[in-house]
C-alpha cells in the first residue's frame, strides 16, 4: 500500500512540475533578464482547433537596441499599449517570454503540494521509527 501512496504522490508531484515547466515557471533562471515591455500589435492565430490572439511585445534589451517578440500563449487579457514584464536571454533574444503571473502557476504548485503531502505523510511514519 505503502509504495502505491509513494508512486502516486510522485505522480502528481511531476505532473506539477511538468506543468510548471510548459508554463514557463523555470524560464531563463540562471541568466534571466527583466524588462518591461509594451505590446504593440495581437495576431490574430489560427490552430487546427480554434483561434486565438497572441501579443506581440516590444522591448529594450541590455544592448539598448528595441526587440520584437511573439507570445508562445494565447493572450485574451492583452491590448495594445499594455505594460508586461519580459524575460529574454541576452545572448539570444529570439528567447524571450512575457513573464506570466502567478496565477498560471497556481495549479502547478496545488499538484506539486498534494503529491508531496502524499509522498511525505506515507513515508513519515518509516522516518518516525
Same mark, same amino acid.
Given at each position: ?43 490574430? $492565430? ?9 501579443? !506581440?511585445?516590444?522591448? #529594450?534589451?541590455?544592448?539598448? /537596441?528595441?526587440? +520584437? ?5 494565447? $493572450? ?9 514584464? !519580459?524575460?529574454?536571454? #541576452?545572448?539570444?533574444?529570439? /528567447?524571450?517570454? +512575457? ?31
Amino acid at each position: 500500500m505503502e509504495i502505491k501512496n509513494i508512486f502516486g504522490g510522485a505522480i502528481f508531484f511531476f505532473i506539477g512540475l511538468g506543468y510548471l515547466w510548459a508554463q514557463g515557471a523555470f524560464l531563463h533562471i540562471s541568466n534571466a533578464h527583466k524588462c518591461v515591455g509594451r505590446v504593440i500589435q495581437l495576431e490574430q $492565430a489560427t490552430s487546427s482547433r480554434r483561434s486565438s490572439c497572441r501579443a !506581440v511585445v516590444s522591448f #529594450s534589451g541590455v544592448d539598448g /537596441q528595441t526587440h +520584437i517578440m511573439r507570445s508562445q500563449y494565447s $493572450a485574451p487579457g492583452f491590448s495594445v499599449g499594455r505594460k508586461v514584464k !519580459v524575460l529574454y536571454n #541576452s545572448e539570444d533574444y529570439t /528567447q524571450a517570454y +512575457i513573464q506570466p503571473s502567478w496565477l498560471r502557476w497556481i495549479f502547478g504548485i496545488i499538484l506539486m503540494g498534494i503529491g508531496g503531502w502524499i509522498v511525505a505523510t506515507t513515508l513519515l511514519p518509516f522516518c518516525l521509527k
